[in-house]
């Protein structure tokens, strides 16, 4: 059997974090989260991960400038942002920036599980 994928889940919202963590872990991945910036763009390029799940609105490092350093070490990295940012603009700059999807929060989980699926090429 081979080891499951390793899904960063970068989320500065405890309870977010854990359901999101809860959710791939039911699906068979295996969740490495983190609650900051700083930890989560650590984890990025330390770690053998599959795919990001990044937050937008984060302390010490915010999501796009951990997304834009995330693209120049490791440019075919999935990553979905996720973000209350619902603004067109917003999206955009993530999008441009090399994110593979954007989810606005609240969202569903099982829609960002299939969306991570797309990205990871097995739906």
Not at 45 to 66: H, K, R, T, Y
Not at 71 to 97: C, F, G, M, W
């Amino acid at each position: 059997m081979t080891d499951p994928k390793q899904i960063l889940v970068a989320e500065d919202d405890p309870g977010l974090n854990r359901l999101i963590s809860f959710k791939l872990e039911k699906e068979g991945y295996k969740a490495l989260t983190a609650y900051d910036g700083k930890a989560a763009l650590k984890t990025a390029l330390e770690e053998n991960v599959s795919a990001v799940i990044l937050d937008i609105m984060m302390p010490f490092l915010d999501g796009i400038q951990v997304l834009k350093k995330v693209r120049t070490a490791k440019p075919h990295l999935p990553v979905i942002v996720l973000s209350i940012k619902s603004r067109e603009t917003d999206l955009n700059q993530a999008l441009e920036l090399g994110a593979n999807d954007y989810m606005t929060k609240p969202f569903q989980p099982d829609q960002l599980i299939g969306r991570l699926k797309q990205v990871l090429g097995n739906n």
